[in-house]
């Protein structure tokens, strides 16, 4: 089974603290050790909107702001390869294509950010999709997808599935309202339609939540799943990991 793991940077490395990026570590070691292929995008994180706040009162421009993010998302990226030693490439993978082969030859591949204008959500989705995973698992600090941002509308109803093309129309709407955040980005979602690829949002501020999902698709977060795909949720226990 071939997974796609978005590690949030306030989900890794909140207050970079080793024993959580440790934790996110062992569960990724512990999935490969059972057969999984598996590839990891790091996010930045307070650190990275530290920075890139600090450099927009320099007079940074936002090209200048993303490369500082995807510059962060890297460094964090390197916390997760030092946790990982030899199962993980050396380096956070700069391309889909390094990231790929990487994950070719065994190794888990970690990456950050690309290319400026987007977000590692987009990043995931796209190496999904390249690689032609079978499963994206996006550990946010959120418990899956709201129809309003949970943490401004106290009677926010979280979804426990969604169709791709039902998460456009989601998540297009939260981006309407300014101020509100979504757990997954319009770009994301939008790629994620388009890919196909079956999809869960979680809360992966218990790093264990992620094995668990991806071993036997328990989780208490949102499922997207594909047009056409069987939404029987019988995929893992028919499924060799
Ligand atoms: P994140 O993916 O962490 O952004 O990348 P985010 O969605 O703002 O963070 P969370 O999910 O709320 O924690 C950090 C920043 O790096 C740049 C963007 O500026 C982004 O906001 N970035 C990242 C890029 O420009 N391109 C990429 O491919 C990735």
Not at 16 to 40: F, K, M, P, Y
Request: glycine fraction near 12%; charge should be negative.
């Amino acid at each position: 089974m071939k997974v796609v793991v978005s590690i949030g940077g306030s989900v890794l490395a909140p207050d970079l603290d080793s024993r959580r990026v440790r934790e996110h570590a062992a569960v990724i070691e512990s999935l490969a050790e059972e057969g999984c292929t598996i590839g990891a995008v790091v996010g930045g994180g307070g650190v990275a909107r530290d920075y890139i706040g600090t450099a927009r009162e320099l007079g940074a421009n936002e090209i200048e702001l993303d490369d500082i993010g995807i510059d962060v998302t890297r460094l964090n990226a390197r916390l997760l390869i030092a946790a990982l030693g030899e199962r993980a490439a050396p380096s956070p993978a700069e391309t889909y294509e390094e990231a790929g082969a990487a994950m070719h030859r065994g190794d888990v591949a970690i990456m950050g950010g690309v290319m400026p204008g987007q977000t590692t959500d987009a990043v995931s989705a796209a190496l999904a999709e390249y690689t032609n995973a079978d499963l994206l698992v996006y550990a946010t600090s959120v418990p899956g997808v709201f129809s309003d941002d949970p943490n401004e509308v106290d009677d926010a109803t979280k979804f426990d599935e969604l169709s791709a093309s039902e998460l456009v129309d989601v998540i297009a709407d939260l981006e309407m309202n300014a101020g509100s955040s979504a757990p997954v980005d319009l770009l994301a979602a939008k790629l994620i339609e388009r890919s196909g690829v079956r999809t869960i949002v979680l809360d992966g501020t218990e790093p264990g939540r992620i094995g668990d999902a991806v071993r036997r698709g328990d989780h208490g977060g949102t499922d997207i799943i594909p047009t056409g795909a069987d939404d029987e949720m019988n995929y893992w226990v028919t499924e060799e990991l």
